[in-house]
Each structure stands twice: as structure tokens, then as C-alpha cells.
T-cell receptor, first 114, second 110 residues
């Protein structure tokens, strides 16, 4: 399967713990995006990378959130000191650097903070 | 006001029926428009792009009305497999991120 992959698929953690998610984009895609989706809502943009450069961060991305894409390939999203409000599906997407091109989404990591 | 607003539904229709729904967007500068489909607990997948002149893809027809800032999706001859949440998506020029509506749920019954 050459689509976007995400790990883990599910994560249950206790409030206050740190969690890290990984996204592997489609290999030739140099743009990578993170979105968050809560029940009954559409995905909301969190952050975006062009190769290894993080070019935009949403105000939804508080200081407890950090994302990296160290070699312009896979990306990690870390949440420190998790809160119950962080419970959501975290979606990763990738695309080529062409205007209007489709973003391909991974299966997501479902986070539950207890 | 949300950038993209959709009627959440649900739209419950029998097989073979036609169902149509709209979404509205607030930013008149929006340039690209899409419909994504999302099955329960799955990732969104692109259904179709929406072009100014309107476009069809099989049983699906999308329309764009820039003056009134709304986008529509019509599904003809509904199949059970069309049951899903349909997400309206807009993108501004020179922007990278997609702005999603909350989705319209369609359930096709036998």
C-alpha cells in the first residue's frame, strides 16, 4: 500500500501524559498537513510542512503541541501534558506542490485522553 | 461565523432516489472547491472537485454559485454504498490548507 500511513491507529492515555504520533506521507509528496477532527465536525487544520520546513501553524496548535518533519519525509506530532479536550482524530495528509492538487489523507490516529 | 456551513442532515433516502444538498462559504476570495466523502471512522477521500461551470462524475453532479457563495452536490439513482458523510471543502488562493464544513450525512435505505 503506497498511501499515507499513520501510527498508532489508536492511543489511550491518561491526562497529563505526553503522546507522539507518526505520519508517513506518499513518497513523492513534499507537502504534509496535520488536521484534527472531533465528533460531528469536519477536519480542522493544525499545521503544514513543505519538505522539512513548517510553514504555517493554526492558532489551534497551542504550546503543548509540536510537529516536526526532520528529513522532509515522515512527520511526528507530539502533544505534551495531554488534556481531555485533546481527544480527537488526528489526520495527516500529503500532496504534491501543485496548486489545487488533491490532498490524500491517512487513516488517522484516534486519541482518547482519560 | 464558520467559513463553511453545511446542513448536517441526515438525509434518509430510498435506493434509486435523488438527493441534493448545499453548503455555503463565507470568504468570497475562496478559489478552489471540493466535495470529500467520509465513511464512519475512516479518513476523508476526494469525491470530486467543483468547477465554475458545474461538473458531473457519473451519478454525482456538483454546482458552484459564486454570486451566492454556495456549492451543491446532487446524487442520482442513490445506492446503498452512497451512505456516508459528505464534506464540503474550500480553499483560498495561495493558501495550503483546506477548510472543511461539518459534513452532511446521507443514509440510503433498501
Amino acid at each position: 500500500d503506497t498511501g499515507v500511513s499513520q501510527n498508532p491507529r489508536h492511543k489511550i492515555t491518561k491526562r497529563g501524559q505526553n503522546v507522539t504520533f507518526r505520519c508517513d506521507p506518499i513518497s513523492e509528496h513534499n507537502r504534509l498537513y496535520w488536521y484534527r477532527q472531533t465528533l460531528g465536525q469536519g477536519p480542522e487544520f493544525l499545521t503544514y510542512f513543505q519538505n522539512e520546513a513548517q510553514l504555517e501553524k493554526s492558532r489551534l496548535l497551542s504550546d503543548r503541541f509540536s510537529a516536526e518533519r526532520p528529513k522532509g519525509s515522515f512527520s511526528t506530532l507530539e502533544i505534551q501534558r495531554t488534556e481531555q479536550g485533546d481527544s480527537a482524530m488526528y489526520l495527516c495528509a500529503s500532496s504534491l506542490s501543485v496548486a489545487g492538487v488533491e490532498q490524500y489523507f491517512g487513516p488517522g490516529t484516534r486519541l482518547t485522553v482519560t | 461565523r464558520k467559513e463553511v456551513e453545511q446542513d448536517p442532515g441526515p438525509f434518509n433516502v430510498p435506493e434509486g432516489a435523488t438527493v441534493a444538498f448545499n453548503c455555503t462559504y463565507s470568504n468570497s476570495a475562496s478559489q478552489s472547491f471540493f466535495w470529500y466523502r467520509q465513511d464512519c471512522r475512516k479518513e476523508p477521500k476526494l469525491l470530486m472537485s467543483v468547477y465554475s461551470s458545474g461538473n458531473e462524475d457519473g451519478r454525482f453532479t456538483a454546482q458552484l454559485n459564486r454570486a451566492s457563495q454556495y456549492i451543491s452536490l446532487l446524487i442520482r439513482d442513490s445506492k446503498l454504498s452512497d451512505s456516508a458523510t459528505y464534506l464540503c471543502v474550500v480553499k483560498r488562493p495561495n493558501d495550503y490548507k483546506l477548510s472543511f464544513g461539518a459534513g452532511t450525512t446521507v443514509t440510503v435505505r433498501a
